[in-house]
């Protein structure tokens, strides 16, 4: 439990928290399962092989994926003796007050400490629950980039947009683009600079498939409507699912003497697309994967339409 007084510098007004270092990129979506950790942890390490100095914020402390994701990257470098890029990780639970008013002041005293321990980092980076939380609100607040990470199926497109019976036209806004509606317009009351929102399709299939163009046109006349940006995502590979167990990413793979196959060599190049429309200050684009020589009778695999 926080004291009064720590409460109260926290309650003020925060307007020095939004023009400041470090650069706060914010992955949010309140439907688990849409890639939020996978993607955070992508990205965090482009930044620190890049040079860059990355703090991580876990706000769904009480799954903890991220950070259990990293837990795995450390067991593996103290293994195997191979040195990995790591960022400053921190988890952040949510008050537990029996007051709304003490749990939210707690809160903003929580975050407020976490953003003053990475006061010296480039880049933060939070990874928030699938879950409308008010601490997820507050980061959402503090984005300066916003991605959001969707399956691509009118399931996810409905956190998004409501969608008419036919899928087809889009009726109005839906619970998740409300809220980030509500702290875009409290960022800029608050003197902020604009939150650049990316909405990045992930699990996309690679056929031509009917449903997928009918939500990319949907996704196309809600980004209009809402103001967000349309990002390439990550295919369904089960090497993502490997890669968790060792805690690497496909920026790893080298380093860790993993042989790349064209898999690799695809899911990575996804990566390098995300971070290319992401156009983060100062970060340099990643170079295309190298292609692997091909077997005998070895194909190149199809491009996704």
């Known amino acids: 439990m926080m004291h009064d007084d720590e409460i109260k510098r926290a309650s003020e007004d925060q307007r020095h928290l939004y023009g400041k270092q470090p650069y706060v990129i914010v992955f949010g979506n309140e439907k688990g399962g849409s890639g939020k950790s996978t993607s955070a942890l992508h990205v965090m390490v482009s930044l620190l092989r890049q040079g860059k100095t990355v703090g991580s914020l876990d706000i769904d402390a009480r799954q903890g994926t991220l950070s259990r994701y990293l837990e795995n990257r450390t067991t593996f470098t103290r293994e195997t003796g191979i040195p990995l890029p790591m960022p400053e990780n921190r988890r952040l639970y ?77 009726l109005g806004l839906s619970v998740y683009s409300e809220m980030v509606w509500q702290q875009r317009q409290r960022r800029a009351q608050a003197g902020g600079r604009p939150i650049d929102w990316i909405v990045m399709r992930n699990r996309m299939s690679h056929l031509d498939a009917r449903n997928k163009r009918e939500i990319a046109s949907l996704l196309k006349l809600l980004s209009k409507r809402v103001g967000f940006r349309l990002a390439p995502g990550f295919a369904e590979r089960v090497i993502f699912r490997e890669l968790f167990a060792k805690g690497l990413t496909l920026l790893d793979l080298k380093q860790s003497q993993t042989a790349m196959t064209m898999s690799h060599i695809a899911a990575r190049n996804e990566v390098r697309s995300l971070l290319e429309v992401m156009a983060l200050p100062g970060v340099a684009e990643m170079e295309p994967a190298a292609r692997p020589a091909l077997t005998p009778g070895e194909r190149l695999p199809s491009a996704p339409h």
Do not use: C, W
């Open 94 to 170: 949510r008050s537990e007050a029996d007051s709304r008013a003490q749990a939210e002041a707690e809160d903003r005293a929580a975050l407020a400490a976490a953003f003053d321990a990475f006061s010296d980092k480039e880049f933060v980076v939070i990874d928030t629950p699938g879950a409308d939380t008010y601490l997820s609100r507050l980061a959402h607040q503090h984005a300066d980039t916003l991605i959001t990470p969707m399956n691509d199926s009118f399931i996810d497109l409905d956190l998004l947009g409501k969608v008419d019976r036919a899928g087809r036209k889009i």
